[in-house]
């Protein structure tokens, strides 16, 4: 641009220059094949330039070559030259977008590792790829992964084991239909490897160990097909909430969150299943031994049924007989859940009440009718050996026996239950 300002200060002074200077500041472009992206500017700049210069000068000054050496020429030329540098330099900086790849270069420029291609094929695929990818939106979606086609969403899992190696398809050689849970302690090890025994190859045996100790189980056979979760003084509610999303447990069809301290000689998981499907129960429990840690009536085995869904209780307990713990009522010591009951009881564990008190008064909210679909399977019982061994991992304090503290702890997360589920119903009724 330096050039432009030159002519024109010719034009302004052309009894001072010669042709020989205007022919000389001519030169420059011929180094455009070297210097093609910074040329071109330049090109443009000297030819809108030429256009400043008068016919005068052609006639006035052809044939000169001495230049007039009076002090305001002086002035004008050192003014005009460095006005020129600075009014070049801000019109090159304006108009980048001469670049050199798209007026030079016929095709791209090839990635780093990868092997050149033309660029006009190359450079429509990638932008009609781009396009596509922009354009998928699937509401339907699980929330966070509305950008993918639905076909390539994996939105449920289980807790099947795979090999390292091989083909994938080929890894499991039977599919577990059923999940079993026992949160243990190794105090009770005896007892869960009798629990054990009475489930299948049906089902996914899950230990959740709060103790810490895991590979003290390593005795048993079946351990090294079960799957070891481990966090200390850690509630089966609390695991059920961080581990058995229902996306997670999808896969199985009924779903058993039960204590470690049953006595299960007189029950058998297979004809449990039967009778459950047999009656249409969603959420249920095997009948509890009437002699022994009986608190409900609810769940008191009946000898002469295979299952029952109502009780009598004291008086005064039950305000109507369908409602709990007359009716859609069990225990959270050895409840079992088919899948779409488990839905909606999972979303009900609250994450901070690990012990889940009160929660079995609420479980008919999670089926319709409730007094119908939940109930105790009389034929298939347990015991309830009321081991407290999860309960004597509490904290001695003021002289208290550790599950002393827990127990309180139990019954303040009762009320603190019930009165957020108060809250909860004013809350949805207060905003219809």
Same mark, same amino acid.
């Given at each position: 641009?330096?050039?432009?300002?030159?002519?024109?200060?010719?034009?302004?002074?052309?009894?001072?220059?010669?042709?020989?200077?205007?022919?000389?500041?001519?030169?420059? %472009?011929?180094?455009?094949?070297?210097?093609?992206?910074?040329?071109?500017?330049?090109?443009?700049?000297?030819?809108?330039?030429?256009?400043?210069?008068?016919?005068?000068?052609?006639?006035?000054?052809?044939?000169?070559?001495?230049?007039?050496?009076?002090?305001?020429?002086?002035?004008?030329?050192?003014?005009?030259?460095?006005?020129?540098?600075?009014?070049?330099?801000?019109?090159?900086?304006?108009?980048?977008?001469?670049?050199?790849?798209?007026?030079?270069? %016929?095709?791209?420029?090839?990635?780093?590792?990868?092997?050149?291609?033309?660029?006009?094929?190359?450079?429509?695929?990638?932008?009609? /790829?781009?396009?596509?990818?922009?354009?998928?939106?699937?509401?339907?979606?699980?929330?966070?992964?509305?950008?993918?086609?639905?076909?390539?969403?994996?939105?449920?899992?289980?807790?099947?084991?795979?090999?390292?190696? #091989?083909? %994938?398809?080929?890894?499991?050689?039977?599919?577990?239909?059923?999940? *079993?849970?026992?949160?243990?302690?190794?105090?009770?090890?005896?007892?869960?490897? &009798?629990?054990?025994?009475?489930?299948?190859?049906?089902?996914?045996?899950?230990?959740?160990?709060?103790?810490?100790?895991? /590979?003290? @189980?390593? =005795?048993?056979?079946?351990?090294?097909?079960?799957? $070891?979760?481990?966090?200390?003084?850690?509630?089966?509610? @609390?695991?059920?909430?961080?581990?058995?999303?229902?996306?997670?447990?999808?896969?199985?069809?009924?779903?058993?969150?039960?204590?470690?301290?049953?006595?299960?000689?007189?029950?058998? !998981?297979?004809?449990?299943?039967?009778?459950?499907?047999?009656?249409?129960?969603? *959420?249920?429990?095997?009948?509890? =031994?009437?002699?022994? #840690?009986?608190?409900?009536?609810?769940?008191?085995?009946?000898?002469?049924?295979?299952?029952?869904?109502?009780?009598?209780?004291?008086?005064?307990?039950?305000?109507? %007989?369908?409602?709990?713990?007359? !009716? #859609?009522?069990?225990?959270?010591? &050895?409840?079992?859940?088919?899948?779409?009951?488990?839905?909606?009881? @999972?979303?009900?564990?609250?994450?901070?009440?690990?012990?889940? @008190?009160?929660?079995?008064?609420?479980?008919?909210?999670?089926?319709?009718? !409730? $007094?119908?679909?939940?109930?105790?399977?009389?034929?298939?019982?347990?015991?309830?050996?009321?081991?407290?061994?999860?309960?004597?991992?509490?904290?001695?304090?003021?002289?208290? /026996?550790?599950?002393?503290?827990?127990?309180?702890?139990?019954?303040?997360?009762?009320?603190?239950?019930?009165?957020?589920?108060?809250?909860?119903?004013?809350?949805?009724?207060?905003?219809?």
């Amino acid at each position: 641009m330096l050039f432009c300002f030159f002519f024109f200060f010719g034009s302004q002074n052309r009894d001072s220059y010669s042709v020989d200077s205007v022919t000389s500041l001519r030169v420059a %472009p011929s180094y455009h094949s070297s210097l093609a992206n910074d040329w071109v500017i330049l090109d443009c700049s000297f030819a809108l330039c030429g256009l400043l210069v008068d016919e005068s000068i052609m006639k006035n000054n052809f044939g000169r070559s001495t230049i007039s050496k009076k002090p305001n020429d002086t002035v004008k030329l050192l003014v005009t030259t460095f006005m020129g540098i600075v009014f070049g330099f801000t019109i090159g900086i304006t108009f980048p977008i001469l670049s050199l790849n798209k007026i030079y270069h %016929p095709v791209d420029i090839a990635p780093v590792g990868k092997k050149f291609s033309p660029g006009v094929e190359n450079n429509s695929s990638s932008a009609q /790829s781009l396009k596509h990818l922009s354009q998928i939106w699937v509401p339907s979606n699980p929330r966070g992964a509305e950008t993918l086609p639905p076909d390539i969403v994996a939105s449920e899992s289980d807790f099947y084991l795979h090999r390292l190696w #091989g083909n %994938p398809s080929e890894d499991l050689t039977i599919r577990p239909k059923y999940l *079993i849970t026992f949160t243990v302690g190794i105090s009770q090890k005896k007892n869960i490897d &009798a629990a054990v025994k009475k489930f299948s190859e049906n089902f996914t045996i899950v230990l959740f160990h709060y103790d810490g100790k895991t /590979s003290e @189980w390593d =005795e048993f056979e079946w351990s090294k097909r079960a799957v $070891h979760v481990s966090a200390p003084k850690q509630t089966k509610w @609390w695991y059920a909430k961080r581990f058995l999303h229902p996306d997670v447990v999808a896969a199985y069809e009924y779903v058993f969150i039960w204590d470690e301290d049953l006595g299960v000689e007189h029950f058998n !998981a297979e004809e449990y299943i039967k009778l459950v499907k047999k009656h249409g129960l969603e *959420i249920s429990q095997p009948g509890l =031994e009437p002699k022994r #840690g009986l608190v409900w009536q609810m769940t008191k085995r009946l000898g002469d049924k295979e299952v029952h869904r109502t009780a009598e209780e004291k008086s005064g307990w039950c305000s109507d %007989p369908h409602l709990p713990p007359c !009716a #859609g009522f069990v225990e959270i010591m &050895a409840p079992v859940f088919s899948r779409n009951a488990w839905r909606c009881v @999972w979303y009900l564990i609250q994450n901070d009440l690990i012990h889940g @008190w009160g929660l079995d008064f609420a479980l008919q909210r999670c089926v319709e009718p !409730a $007094h119908q679909k939940i109930g105790v399977v009389d034929a298939q019982w347990i015991v309830h050996q009321t081991v407290p061994s999860l309960g004597n991992q509490g904290e001695a304090a003021d002289g208290q /026996s550790p599950w002393r503290g827990v127990r309180e702890r139990c019954r303040r997360e009762w009320k603190m239950f019930q009165d957020r589920l108060k809250d909860a119903d004013k809350a949805y009724y207060k905003s219809i």
